[in-house]
């Protein structure tokens, strides 16, 4: 087998993919925007809450990432005071919805008797995984 070069690497889409998600918690960050909830939109702090020992610094470097790669939508409504911001994935951050729950199914295949308590039943029901961490 031929060692690829730096640029072969670069180029493939699999290392593309992997710069985005494989950064620290970006995987839970985007689990909680495919949520039932996030449906119409989620507020930071409701955010901050279904992922509270991901700190407000990592969490918005996330969702700042998550918006220059167009995976999803910080909409800002001035018309409230305070200014209501809240954010949505955009189609792009959905198609990641088949990744992620790869992930979850691989998970729950090979992972810990910890994590066998998840549903299994997709991320939109997967909320053993989330109280888990509640606990």
């Not at 409701?46 to 700190?55: D, L, Y």
């Not at 018309?79 to 949505?88: A, M």
């Not at 910890?114 to 029901?125: A, K, M, N, P, V």
Request: charged share 30%; with cysteine; hydrophobic share 35%.
């Amino acid at each position: 087998m031929n060692p690829r070069d730096r640029e072969a690497v670069e180029s493939c889409p699999v290392f593309e993919a992997s710069q985005i998600l494989g950064k620290k918690w970006a995987i839970l960050v985007l689990q909680t925007l495919m949520t039932p909830e996030a449906d119409n939109g989620l507020r930071f702090n409701e955010i901050q809450k279904e992922v509270s020992w991901v700190s407000p610094k990592v969490l918005t470097q996330r969702l700042r990432e998550f918006e220059d790669e167009a995976l999803l939508l910080r909409e800002v409504d001035a018309s409230e005071v305070p200014v209501k911001v809240s954010y949505t994935l955009t189609a792009k951050g959905q198609d990641l919805t088949p990744v992620v729950e790869a992930m979850q199914k691989w998970g729950l295949k090979h992972g810990t008797a910890e994590t066998s308590h998840c549903l299994g039943e997709g991320l939109r029901q997967c909320y053993g995984c989330r109280a888990e961490v509640d606990d």
